[in-house]
């Protein structure tokens, strides 16, 4: 049997209003009192209803997280950290993963939608879809344009290109390629390889850029480049592997640059030479943005940019 809002202010020994009290966090109440209720709703497992709330023009505390896919370590550290900074002021999340692709965000859209959540954080890199246009729900975005009234909180993509270029110039590497993701949208992350094909030019040196749809890792790098600029850590150690197979070594024979590094990647390869993203910071950030819309709906919102480090 669900338990009801009278069933805890009868376990609790206090009034019904109380116990809304509690749960709306509303008035002056005693920690004492706090305690017993929330005691209360943990023994009957007690959940309020969140889309009660909002019709009823009360926060629902659920904010919505859409992210491309939570395989990559750098999205599934930063949902994580999104998640328990949320949860410390007092929000829970609503995890969406789009997979890339615009059907599954649009139904993940309106799932949100229809559970009222207070606000939306989305890193999707299906920019096409129309849905974030229409949506009056405030929203930021991580590293992505969605449109024109969603303010982007992103780290500085455009100097971490220019890092990874200086690393692979202070080594040497005459033979340089320079993997194109193949998200050519209107993206911050672009920034990322306009920072080193800039820096390239600037120091007249010649590069290729390759895109990655038509890569052959076995085939590509080894004989011909002796350093890459990856588009992410993932990429950049299945790279290394295919040059290591052959008896090559990092940062002697070939030199190579990841991008995001997330904790697990600098655990398990700290060799690894990568722009460091800095997680904790960005979800700060996104977070602070979003319930500056949250709570002041008119007022305008700037985007944030915050700076990368280099770990060599």
């Given at each position: 049997?669900?338990?009801?809002?009278?069933?805890?202010?009868?376990?609790?020994?206090?009034?019904?209003?109380?116990?809304?009290?509690?749960?709306?966090?509303?008035?002056?109440?005693?920690?004492?009192?706090?305690?017993?209720?929330?005691?209360?709703?943990?023994?009957?497992?007690?959940?309020?209803?969140?889309?009660?709330?909002?019709?009823?023009?009360?926060?629902?505390?659920?904010?919505?997280?859409?992210?491309?896919?939570?395989?990559?370590?750098?999205?599934a550290e930063l949902v994580n950290e999104l998640e328990r900074q949320l949860f410390n002021q007092g929000y829970k999340a609503i995890i969406a993963s789009s997979a890339e692709n615009p059907e599954i965000e649009h139904e993940y859209l309106s799932m949100l939608m229809a559970n009222q959540v207070d606000g939306i954080i989305s890193g999707s890199h299906n920019l096409d879809i129309a849905e974030y246009h229409q949506i009056s729900a405030?929203?930021?975005?991580?590293?992505?344009?969605?449109?024109?009234?969603?303010?982007?909180?992103?780290?500085?993509?455009?100097?971490?290109?220019?890092?990874?270029?200086?690393?692979?110039?202070?080594?040497?590497?005459?033979?340089?390629?320079?993997?194109?993701?193949?998200?050519?949208?209107?993206?911050?992350?672009?920034?990322?390889?306009?920072?080193?094909?800039?820096?390239?030019?600037?120091?007249?040196?010649?590069?290729?850029?390759?895109?990655?749809?038509?890569?052959?890792?076995?085939?590509?790098?080894?004989?011909?480049?002796?350093?890459?600029?990856?588009?992410?850590?993932?990429?950049?150690?299945?790279?290394?592997?295919?040059?290591?197979?052959?008896?090559?070594?990092?940062?002697?024979?070939?030199?190579?640059?990841?991008?995001?590094?997330?904790?697990?990647?600098?655990?398990?390869?700290?060799?690894?030479?990568?722009?460091?993203?800095?997680?904790?910071?960005?979800?700060?950030?996104?977070?602070?943005?979003?319930?500056?819309?949250?709570?002041?709906?008119?007022?305008?919102?700037?985007?944030?940019?915050?700076?990368?480090?280099?770990?060599?």
């Amino acid at each position: 049997m669900v338990a009801k809002l009278k069933d805890v202010a009868q376990l609790a020994g206090v009034s019904v209003t109380t116990v809304s009290r509690v749960i709306n966090n509303y008035g002056s109440l005693s920690a004492k009192t706090i305690k017993k209720v929330h005691e209360a709703m943990r023994e009957l497992n007690y959940q309020p209803n969140a889309l009660a709330r909002a019709m009823q023009g009360k926060p629902s505390k659920f904010v919505g997280l859409i992210f491309p896919n939570l395989t990559n370590p750098f999205f599934a550290e930063l949902v994580n950290e999104l998640e328990r900074q949320l949860f410390n002021q007092g929000y829970k999340a609503i995890i969406a993963s789009s997979a890339e692709n615009p059907e599954i965000e649009h139904e993940y859209l309106s799932m949100l939608m229809a559970n009222q959540v207070d606000g939306i954080i989305s890193g999707s890199h299906n920019l096409d879809i129309a849905e974030y246009h229409q949506i009056s729900a405030p929203i930021v975005s991580f590293d992505r344009y969605l449109a024109d009234n969603i303010p982007i909180v992103a780290s500085d993509s455009y100097r971490g290109g220019q890092l990874a270029v200086e690393y692979l110039l202070r080594k040497n590497a005459r033979h340089i390629a320079v993997i194109v993701d193949e998200d050519t949208s209107a993206s911050p992350t672009l920034n990322r390889l306009q920072g080193a094909l800039d820096r390239l030019t600037e120091m007249h040196r010649s590069f290729d850029p390759l895109a990655l749809g038509d890569l052959d890792f076995s085939t590509t790098f080894p004989g011909i480049y002796d350093g890459v600029v990856a588009s992410n850590d993932v990429q950049a150690l299945e790279i290394a592997a295919i040059y290591q197979q052959q008896g090559l070594r990092m940062g002697q024979d070939f030199f190579i640059t990841g991008y995001d590094g997330s904790q697990l990647i600098r655990c398990i390869a700290p060799q690894l030479p990568t722009v460091i993203q800095p997680i904790p910071k960005l979800a700060a950030a996104l977070i602070k943005t979003l319930l500056k819309r949250v709570t002041e709906p008119t007022a305008a919102v700037s985007s944030v940019t915050l700076p990368v480090e280099f770990h060599e």
